[in-house]
């Protein structure tokens, strides 16, 4: 029998990823927990392994594609499966049609067993609401009692979805029989001259096939002319789409060349990368943080010839234990040392509830470069751990994030964030707050430099730092503070002993 | 009636009137379309004319004449007479109020009613066959069609319904005299109910089971009462036999069943009640036409929206995936109708209902506690027995016990168990709780009645949080 694939979460409150590319064909076997498909999410690639043994009938998406969770990902052909209980017992059993165990199978939808449940709790007018508004139920947070979710949560992701491609229902089926998208670019050359406006409604009704053509050709269908309208809403049918995205988008496909000014390109061209994955969402992070907290960076030097001299000595005796010991878990300490001393730079701002959130927990990312970009794994409860934990957990989550083999739960959770840019080298710098925390420290490169003391300028070993605090919740003094409390157990490591 | 075969076009055919088909219909019709429904020989199908309904009444009304003859302990001393021609009569009169009822509703919603047998003529055709000699047929072309054909009940080789000794269920319901014993072929509900009935119409019952317990699809906790109950009642069970033959002896019959071993037990009587399971209509329906093959179930398979592998054709009821149940019909015709009228509709449901209506009743929604753990939660239980409820033994019936399965972590209701009194009907405020996915918090929070069986429910979800008050706790 077929058994239809859908996207799991492959990370923690994922709602789509990007299919990277399928690592397995149609008619394809494959046995479970093979891998058949690389999905890209916000943070992390994984491979999505198959449910069961069998072999695979379609692969829903192309590669490139971004697929929300929840929606059908492949389907299998699976020898013989749940169905054979039944057949077996031609006879009497299947006088027990009405049984308990045969509702559950239809109430539980034969979901896979031995893994967490996946069941959303939502009430019935709910869930209707969530097709209507083709929000994909199974990828809305709860905000209910114990996660169930509300109107008001399935409201709020159709409005954060409102023009990022839409989650349609999952059901649809059967491909349509229609041709493959007929490219808008090639079509764009006969434009027609009646080509239709686009209607842009927020809501209209469809069949699912409806839906599923225009999906197809390429075609928003909130923007088809409609014909009709039904219990005041419109409604479109299939051969409006087709009409519109022969009419309509070719006319679209026309507008760059009429409309937008013509791109100049310098002599030697240029190329051109996708700006998605990865890249993407570091990109929207930073916009966000940057546009939302009004960022001010307070920049010092700690005179560290002490804490250099304790690293060296220590450095072998962790060397002893298989640790690398860098001056990064040091530096970490102090930082905590200084967010219990100053609480209101281990916070959150959480303006929607009008409060400022005091983070009990000392959790701090460390931001790592790696060959895909800027990860920053967390090293949770660092107050409750040696430094000596603290650097094997830092050297390890940095091997994770290089080699990308770094889980999402590893890279959440953080309360304050290091950056440590002077392992590149540089001394001051302006770092981005790893939004919604409200300060991050950056550390510059750790040399010989002047420092004045007494009258007298001597070559001495300074670290520079960079604190940028959201200036909505911390005071310019307040870091300042905070600051110097850190620089002070830099400069004489011996009161992190106190710590 | 039309002669010849003439031709007329339709947005919506539906294909069978019970429970699934005529709600399909009627809610297509809600929404506009043009809908046709043909069915082939009572509006209502099997559940109004010869299943769920006339069991019922049956039920209810040997249970009026057993309970007025039993009820010595509570000072009432009676010898009810039965007539049994009379107690049919009684039931075909319920019947044919619903049925009737079936039919107005049909065309005050614009459904065009065709009577005849359908089957495929193409991917967008039926052909109607009209009962009778020289009737005729006709066709009609369809944009949507929903296959609701239901199920019929299986023949066990040896046992014809065709003969006169051998009934189906429906032939049960409809006789006129009683035999004086009836041999029960299957102990599944169908057969436990019709056990009980004639049981309580003082004859002698012998029910021969082919698997090793009454009501085997349920758990058997919950199977245990009725067939304590059924052996007060004198009905005689005999486990791990299946029937093989009937044949003449004198003024009745002898019917034989082997067990495992081979070995023949014989078993003297006067008529024999084959109910071992129903299955799928599909045969009738010339499914080659559409390029539609029943899967091994001999079901349609289909999706979400109860559309079949064929873009405008979908299925519901017994004839699609899924238990047999005619609640469960219903809703897929109201989805299946809604997708085809352009809605959103989905069978999106969390559970779905089951009720036995044995002595004492049973009824189940949702998960049991296994299932919940197989299904990947960490179930918690919570259980009020009936011996402690003041209505149940106000009632006389205070056998069984309403148990509530939830998610721990959660508390989230996942699904219910009940056996005893009115257990059809408790069920379904467990049904709402689940679907509106309310905690055990949530329900035992809630006033309910007293004094009244519903609380047993309001207590059992109160034990499975570990402070219930008329119980003790864990």
């Given at each position: 029998m ?16 990007e ?5 397995v064909?149609?008619g ?11 999905v890209e ?5 994984v491979?999505?392994?198959a449910?069961?043994?069998?072999t695979v009938r379609?692969l ?10 929840g929606?059908?990902?492949v ?7 749940p169905?054979?209980e039944?057949?077996a ?8 049609a009405?049984?308990?165990?045969d509702?559950?199978?239809a109430a539980?939808?034969g979901a896979?067993?031995e ?7 939502a ?11 083709d929000?994909?139920?199974?990828a809305v947070?709860?905000?209910?009692p114990s996660g169930r ?5 399935v409201r ?5 979805e409102?023009?990022?491609p839409?989650?349609e ?14 490219e ?5 050359a ?6 239709q406006e686009p ?6 009704l ?8 225009a999906?197809e050709?390429?075609v ?6 409609a ?6 809403e419109a ?11 022969e ?11 009429a ?13 051109t990368?996708?700006y998605r994955g ?9 916009a966000?943080s940057?546009?939302?907290a009004?960022h ?7 005179v560290?010839d002490?804490?250099v ?8 005796r962790?060397?002893e234990?298989?640790?690398k010991?860098?001056?990064l878990p040091?530096?970490?300490k102090?930082a905590?040392a ?9 916070s ?5 509830d009008d409060e400022?959130?005091?983070?009990q ?10 060959d895909?970009g800027?990860?920053?794994p ?5 107050d409750?751990?040696s430094i000596?934990?603290?650097?094997r957990?830092v ?19 953080g ?9 590149v ?10 939004y919604p ?7 510059g ?13 001597r070559a ?13 919740v ?8 905070f600051?110097n409390?850190?620089m ?6 011996e009161?992190l002993?106190l710590? | 009636?039309?002669v010849?075969?003439?031709?007329t076009?339709?947005?919506l055919?539906?294909v069978?009137g019970g ?8 809610r ?11 069915e ?10 010869y299943?769920?309904i006339?069991s ?11 309970e ?11 010898d ?10 009684w ?7 619903l049925?009737g ?5 049909c065309?005050?919603n ?13 991917n967008d ?9 020289g009737?005729?047929s006709?066709?009609i072309t ?7 054909t ?7 080789p ?15 319901l409809?006789?006129d005299?009683?035999p004086?014993?009836i041999?029960?072929v299957?102990?599944?509900y169908?057969g436990?109910?019709?056990?009980t009935v004639?049981?309580?119409l003082?004859v002698d019952v012998t029910?021969?089971e082919m698997?090793?317990s ?25 486990f ?5 033959h ?7 019959i002898v ?13 003297d009587?006067?008529?024999?009640l084959?109910a071992?399971g129903?299955?799928?209509?599909t ?5 080659d036409?559409?390029?539609l ?7 349609l ?16 009821g ?9 609640h ?5 015709g ?7 009228a352009g ?6 449901y969390?559970a ?6 044995t002595?004492p009743?049973?009824a189940?929604v949702g998960?049991?506690?296994?299932a919940?753990?197989?299904e990947?939660?960490d ?10 409820s003041?209505?149940a ?15 721990d ?8 168990q009940?056996v005893?009194?009115?257990a ?5 405020e467990?049904g ?9 918090e949530d329900?035992?929070?809630?006033i309910?009645?007293h004094?009244t069986?519903?609380?047993?429910t309001m207590?059992a979800c ?13």
């Amino acid at each position: 029998m077929a058994r239809e694939f859908k996207l799991p979460d492959v990370g923690e409150g994922v709602a789509e990823g990007e299919l990277v590319r399928w690592l397995v064909d149609e008619g394809d076997a494959v046995s479970e927990d093979q891998p058949v498909a690389e999905v890209e999410t916000d943070k992390a690639q994984v491979e999505v392994p198959a449910p069961v043994d069998g072999t695979v009938r379609t692969l829903h998406w192309d590669e490139g594609d971004v697929v929300p969770v929840g929606d059908v990902f492949v389907t299998f052909d699976v020898e013989g499966e749940p169905v054979e209980e039944e057949t077996a017992a031609e006879t009497e059993a299947a006088a027990e049609a009405e049984t308990a165990s045969d509702a559950e199978a239809a109430a539980g939808g034969g979901a896979a067993a031995e893994t967490e449940s996946t069941r959303t709790f939502a009430p019935p007018s709910v869930r209707r609401l969530a097709r209507e508004l083709d929000v994909n139920l199974d990828a809305v947070e709860g905000t209910g009692p114990s996660g169930r979710v509300t109107e008001g949560d399935v409201r709020a992701a159709a409005e954060s979805e409102a023009g990022e491609p839409a989650a349609e229902p999952a059901a649809a089926t059967a491909e349509t029989t229609t041709e493959p998208a007929a490219e808008p670019a090639a079509e764009s050359a006969a434009v027609q001259p009646g080509g239709q406006e686009p209607a842009g409604r927020d809501q209209t009704l469809a069949a699912p096939a409806t839906r599923g053509l225009a999906r197809e050709l390429g075609v928003d269908i909130d923007d088809v002319p409609a014909v009709e309208e039904r219990e005041g809403e419109a409604f479109v049918t299939a051969e409006a789409v087709q009409e519109y995205a022969e009419g309509g988008v070719a006319a679209q496909g026309e507008a760059p060349t009429a409309g937008a000014p013509e791109r100049e390109f310098v002599e030697g061209g240029e190329t051109t990368e996708p700006y998605r994955g990865i890249r993407r969402t570091i990109g929207e992070q930073m916009a966000e943080s940057k546009y939302t907290a009004p960022h001010v960076t307070h920049h010092d030097t700690a005179v560290i010839d002490d804490l250099v001299a304790t690293r060296e000595k220590l450095k072998e005796r962790a060397a002893e234990q298989d640790v690398k010991l860098t001056y990064l878990p040091f530096v970490m300490k102090a930082a905590v040392a200084g967010l219990k001393e100053y609480p209101i730079v281990n916070s959150e701002l959480r303006e929607a509830d009008d409060e400022i959130a005091l983070k009990q927990d000392y959790n701090v990312g460390v931001a790592v470069a790696t060959d895909h970009g800027l990860m920053v794994p967390v090293v949770k409860h660092v107050d409750q751990k040696s430094i000596l934990q603290v650097a094997r957990d830092v050297n390890e989550l940095a091997a994770k994030a290089r080699d990308r083999s770094i889980s999402r739960e590893e890279m959440q959770g953080g309360t304050f964030t290091i950056t440590n840019f002077g392992a590149v080298g540089g001394e001051y710098a302006t770092p981005v707050i790893n939004y919604p925390e409200t300060a991050i420290l950056g550390l510059g490169a750790i040399d010989e430099r002047p420092v004045a003391e007494d009258g007298e300028v001597r070559a001495a070993k300074t670290l520079p730092l960079s604190l940028s605090i959201d200036h909505r919740v911390i005071d310019g003094a307040e870091a300042a503070e905070f600051t110097n409390y850190v620089m002070e157990r830099l400069t004489d490591p011996e009161l992190l002993l106190l710590e | 009636m039309v002669v010849g075969d003439v031709s007329t076009g339709t947005d919506l055919a539906v294909v069978g009137g019970g429970p699934g088909g005529y709600v399909a219909a009627i809610r297509a019709g809600q929404l506009g379309l043009d809908v046709t429904l043909v069915e082939m020989d009572a509006y209502g199908g099997t559940c109004l004319n010869y299943g769920c309904i006339p069991s019922k009444a049956m039920i209810t009304a040997t249970d009026v004449a057993h309970e007025a003859g039993h009820a010595e302990d509570m000072g009432v001393y009676a010898d009810p007479e039965v007539d049994v021609a009379e107690m049919v009569d009684w039931k075909d009169g319920v019947v044919d109020q619903l049925t009737g009822g079936v039919e107005k509703l049909c065309k005050a919603n614009g459904v065009n009613l065709m009577e005849g047998r359908a089957e495929f003529a193409g991917n967008d055709k039926l052909r109607v066959v009209h009962g009778g000699e020289g009737q005729g047929s006709e066709t009609i072309t369809y944009e949507h069609c929903i296959v609701a054909t239901g199920s019929r009940p299986i023949e066990v080789p040896g046992f014809d319904f065709g003969d006169d000794p051998v009934l189906d269920s429906r032939q049960a319901l409809a006789m006129d005299e009683l035999p004086e014993s009836i041999v029960v072929v299957g102990a599944g509900y169908i057969g436990m109910e019709l056990s009980t009935v004639f049981a309580k119409l003082d004859v002698d019952v012998t029910v021969v089971e082919m698997l090793d317990s009454v009501l085997p699809a349920y758990e058997n906790d919950l199977a245990r009462p009725v067939k304590q109950r059924a052996e007060e009642l004198g009905i005689d069970f005999h486990f791990g036999l299946a029937a093989d033959h009937w044949e003449e002896s004198g003024d009745g019959i002898v019917v034989a069943a082997e067990d495992e071993d081979g070995d023949v037990r014989e078993f003297d009587t006067d008529k024999v009640l084959v109910a071992v399971g129903r299955e799928p209509v599909t045969d009738t329906l010339n499914l080659d036409a559409v390029d539609l093959e029943p899967n091994d179930d001999g079901r349609l398979e289909t999706d979400t929206q109860a559309r079949t592998s064929v873009e405008n054709v979908f299925a519901i009821g017994d004839v699609a995936p899924g238990p047999m149940l005619a609640h469960k019909a219903s809703k897929e015709g109201q989805v299946a109708a809604e997708v085809i009228a352009g809605e959103p509709a989905a069978l999106d449901y969390q559970a779905v209902p089951a009720a036995v209506f044995t002595d004492p009743e049973i009824a189940t929604v949702g998960l049991s506690e296994d299932a919940a753990a197989d299904e990947g939660f960490d179930p918690v239980v919570g259980k009020f027995p009936f011996n402690a409820s003041g209505r149940a033994l106000t009632t006389g019936h205070a056998d069984g016990f309403v148990r509530v399965v939830a998610d721990d972590d959660s508390g989230f209701l996942l699904g219910a168990q009940i056996v005893g009194p009115e257990a059809s009907e408790l069920v379904a405020e467990l049904g709402l709780a689940i679907e509106m996915g309310a905690t055990l918090e949530d329900v035992a929070s809630t006033i309910h009645t007293h004094p009244t069986l519903a609380e047993s429910t309001m207590e059992a979800c109160e034990h499975a949080l570990g402070h219930a008050i008329h119980t003790l706790n864990r």
